[in-house]
T-cell receptor, first 111, second 110 residues
Framework: EPEVTQTPSHQVTQMGQEVILRCVPISNHLYFYWYRQILGQKVEFLVSFYNNEISEKSEIFDDQFSVERPDGSNFTLKIRSTKLEDSAMYFC?????????FGPGTRLTVT | GESVGLHLPTLSVQEGDNSIINCAYSNSASDYFIWYKQESGKGPQFIIDIRSNMDKRQGQRVTVLLNKTVKHLSLQIAATQPGDSAVYFCAERAGNMLTFGGGTRLMVKP
């Protein structure tokens, strides 16, 4: 069964450093998403991406965040200068028609 | 695991019993709703969905009910099993954005 994959599974970085989280969505899907989940809290929407551009973004997704689909398979989330409060699980998701499938997540720890 | 942060309501059921998990959504413009299951350290796993033009949809052992009048969604799990133990989130979609509810922890006692 096709699935969304994410790398790395765990990323530790120092405050102020840039990180890139990577995702490979399901191959025939057209919509791509990033969500985050702070430990013990609910999943929060960050951004949606369709047709090579951002279609919606939340207040969390400020100028420190960017997304890119550099080739036909990868979808990345970049955080330019990480803060302590960026520590969370980051989930990528993709959607064909309706069902949205999530990847296993990357745990980002900012120290 | 989830040891800090949001306090989740917990539903504790006996193995073999039916479970009902409820969710209130907020946006009357939402046209699509999904239930996800999340186990510790994993991503949300799709369980069942329903469009706003329906009020009931059944899957294997699961049923979702939608009441648009009171903006209420429920997930019914028949013959609950230990493997069903997880946090369950409802999500609503308006436009291209999913908004998740706060989640309910289901604990199944053997």
């Amino acid at each position: 069964e096709p699935e969304v994959t994410q790398t790395p599974s765990h990323q530790v970085t120092q405050m102020g450093q840039e990180v890139i989280l990577r995702c490979v969505p399901i191959s025939n899907h057209l919509y791509f998403y990033w969500y985050r989940q702070i430990l013990g809290q609910k999943v929060e929407f960050l951004v949606s991406f369709y047709n090579n551009e951002i279609s919606e973004k939340s207040e969390i997704f400020d100028d420190q965040f960017s997304v890119e689909r550099p080739d036909g398979s990868n979808f990345t989330l970049k955080i330019r200068s990480t803060k302590l409060e960026d520590s969370a699980m980051y989930f990528c998701a993709s959607r064909g028609l309706d069902e949205q499938y999530f990847g296993p997540g990357t745990r980002l720890t900012v120290t | 695991g989830e040891s800090v942060g949001l306090h989740l309501p917990t539903l504790s059921v006996q193995e073999g019993d039916n479970s009902i998990i409820n969710c209130a959504y907020s946006n009357s413009a939402s046209d699509y709703f999904i239930w996800y299951k999340q186990e510790s350290g994993k991503g949300p796993q799709f369980i069942i969905d329903i469009r706003s033009n329906m009020d009931k949809r059944q899957g294997q052992r699961v049923t979702v009910l939608l009441n648009k009048t009171v903006k209420h969604l429920s997930l019914q799990i028949a013959a609950t099993q230990p493997g069903d133990s997880a946090v369950y989130f409802c999500a609503e979609r308006a436009g291209n954005m999913l908004t998740f509810g706060g989640g309910t922890r289901l604990m199944v006692k053997p």
